[in-house]
């Protein structure tokens, strides 16, 4: 299976300890490794659009990060069994979320899939070419896929090494809501 991940390209495209990882939506503090792909590479640009915070169509021409198309193997992955709310939720359901996955992990579950927070409804549609032109395709819904342990066997291939998300993300992002401070 071939999925997407966006990184600081300063680094490498995966964890391979716990120890410097801060915890996500799907793992807590010390619980990593945790590798967060996304099946579209519009997933993958709105998880960052989505953490930084980037509403602006001017900010995307500061980004510069690396995509990775990356293949995983095709081992069992469970779906994440939480209500929409919580799975797409702000910073405020992140708990529920790793509580969840924990008790997925204790039952030997090494990956999970999940509807991705940061795409809305259809924004993970790509691209097709019919009569000699292109045009979105069908739209479908992104999902995130999370596995956890040692980053062994999995292949990756950087295809862009200092980019920024197309503009047409952009207006696919679920948006963090206000929080107070």
């Not at 097709?128 to 062994?152: H, K, Q």
Request: aromatic share 8%; proline share 8%; glycine share 10%.
């Amino acid at each position: 299976m071939i999925v997407f991940r966006q990184t600081d390209p300063r680094y490498p495209f995966l964890w391979s300890g716990d120890d410097e990882q801060p915890p996500g939506r799907w793992h807590g503090e010390g619980e990593g490794p945790a590798h967060y792909f996304a099946d579209s590479p519009a997933g993958a640009w709105a998880e960052l659009l989505r953490h930084e915070e980037i509403t602006e169509l001017e900010d995307l021409a500061t980004i510069r990060r690396a995509m990775w198309a990356v293949e995983i193997s095709d081992e069992p992955t469970e779906h994440a069994a939480l209500p929409a709310a919580v799975m797409l939720g702000d910073h405020e359901s992140y708990e529920r979320c790793q509580k969840h996955a924990r008790e997925m992990r204790n039952r030997g579950v090494r990956r999970i899939i999940a509807p991705s927070a940061a795409l809305k409804p259809g924004g993970a549609a790509g691209s097709i070419v019919a009569n000699g032109r292109e045009r979105t395709a069908d739209p479908r819904d992104g999902r995130t896929i999370v596995s956890f342990g040692s980053p062994d066997g999995i292949v990756g291939w950087q295809v862009v090494e200092q980019g920024a998300p197309p503009a047409s993300v952009l207006m696919h992002v679920r948006h963090f809501g206000r929080r107070s401070h």
